[in-house]
């Protein structure tokens, strides 16, 4: 058993003042009392540490790599993907283990407790399947196990190059699966779950719209059973245009037509909806996805998140590209991007709780949701991912509260207060820093240097 003391702590019954939080050996909260005794550790603030509900942590190695305007003066999120598709073409199993590593050590240190990664890499470069069909998956619960973080695995179904069915190609073809080949995917990256830890789960994403038919769609979906449902929906006007083009309706309106959306589901980005599409979205109990930083990078649009959490929407947020992995930046980039199309202040905000309380409780309560996790909260039986922090310094200056998220999320420095991080119990940052961050560094800087630094 692991004694936490904390000055104050966001608990399940709200914030309390000189809490005990008792973290039992499988890795969940045992109980949170008043404080007694010599603890194991001391904090000044305990928070629940939320779930990265999106993440592709092999795009973390380019970060950098594509911020030059190539030879179309309109540079967009498509001449990004087809740079990106260029990258993949050198990345070896041993790579994107390593980059996997760093990513989820980052994530960790921004005060992430677990992750949901969105996997669709998965064959050698040419489109043939590893000895192991599920060998990159395998890497990535390595580097989930070396690191400490909870994973949700997303083994990723990807079929087509668009809506016209047309076949995989160039970058593609090592995302490629019918739903046959998905399935033993599926069943041999489970079983690579199954030997981790106890929090470590495993979802399906069906891509998106554009590369997986309805029959796809509906294996998929089949085969999650009652675990997670990821899928990318409505990023770009494009791809809109698209889907309306293929089958006759806006990719949310034809998915609520034609699938029974509900609490399992989590639809990434959907930044081009209309009022209807938004408010429809909002009732059915689903987790919005929401990456601000990554949308901000690829100039995807902006959510409708005003209009969807008065709806009642739940939303979460992730690191997407990894170009910058920043847990109170994500929430800070949302609200910010609010004001600026409304010209408003405090645009999520409600009379009952302010902007950084409403933001901090939709990503640790969604992002759980969103990834099947037990946690979000802190509270008895929930697994014990916990940031600790300091309140002792100019960006906090011993505030408490609401105001103490406010501060953390809207002064720029929040990720400067995280001293420690637990993730299903395990320690795993302590004075700011990972426990292993020297070493998954320079492994990292070795596959920097073998990829070059050009795309």
């Known amino acids: 058993m692991h004694k936490i003391h904390a000055s104050q702590a966001l608990t399940g019954k709200g914030w309390e003042t000189d809490v005990e939080i008792l973290v039992s050996d499988d890795g969940r909260i045992d109980a949170i009392k008043s404080q007694s005794g010599t603890p194991d550790t001391s904090l000044d603030l305990a928070l629940p540490a939320p779930t990265n509900l999106h993440s592709h942590t092999f795009q973390r190695a380019m970060a950098g790599l594509t911020e030059t305007r190539g030879p179309d003066p309109k540079d967009s999120f498509w001449t990004w993907r087809w740079l990106m598709y260029r990258f993949l073409e050198r990345l070896t199993p041993e790579h994107i283990e390593k980059i996997a590593a760093l990513a989820f050590a980052e994530m960790l240190e921004a005060g992430f407790g677990a992750v949901a990664e969105f996997h669709y890499l998965h064959h050698d470069t040419d489109g043939t399947p590893y000895g192991d069909i599920a060998e990159l998956s395998a890497r990535i619960f390595v580097a989930a196990r070396q690191t400490g973080i909870g994973l949700a695995l997303l083994p990723v179904l990807y079929s087509y190059g668009g809506c016209d069915l047309r076949p995989l190609a160039g970058g593609q073809l090592r995302f490629g699966n019918d739903a046959e080949r998905y399935t033993r995917l599926f069943e041999a990256a489970e079983k690579h779950v199954a030997d981790g830890p106890g929090d470590f789960g495993i979802g399906v994403a069906p891509h998106s719209l554009r590369a997986v038919d309805q029959s796809g769609l509906e294996a998929a979906v089949a085969l999650a059973d009652n675990e997670p449902v990821h899928l990318h929906l409505a990023e770009q006007t494009a791809e809109v245009d698209e889907v309306l083009a293929h089958r006759g309706a806006r990719p949310t309106e034809w998915l609520l037509d034609n699938f029974c959306v509900d609490e399992h589901w989590c639809l990434i980005h959907a930044t081009q909806m209309t009022s209807d599409e938004t408010n429809r979205l909002a009732k059915t109990g689903a987790v919005a996805g929401l990456c601000p930083i990554t949308e901000s990078s690829l100039g995807d649009g902006i959510f409708n998140g005003t209009e969807y959490r008065t709806a009642g929407g739940r939303f979460g947020v992730g690191s997407d590209s990894n170009i910058h992995i920043a847990l109170f930046e994500e929430l800070c980039t949302l609200e910010y991007s609010q004001r600026l199309r409304d010209r408003s202040r405090a645009a999520l905000a409600s009379q009952e709780r302010s902007t950084g309380r409403i933001l901090f409780d939709a990503a640790a309560q969604s ?89």
């Open 367 to 455: 992002g759980a949701q969103a990834a099947g996790r037990d946690a979000g909260r802190l509270a008895p039986g929930q697994w014990a991912d916990i940031i600790g922090l300091t309140t002792d310094n100019a960006w906090l200056s011993d505030r408490s509260g609401d105001t103490t998220l406010d501060s953390l999320i809207f002064s720029g420095r929040g990720r400067d207060c995280i001293t420690d991080v637990w993730s299903a119990g395990r320690h795993v940052v302590t004075d700011g820093q990972h426990v292993q961050k020297e070493s998954i560094i320079r492994d990292f800087k070795d596959v920097v240097r073998e990829l070059g630094q050009d795309i």
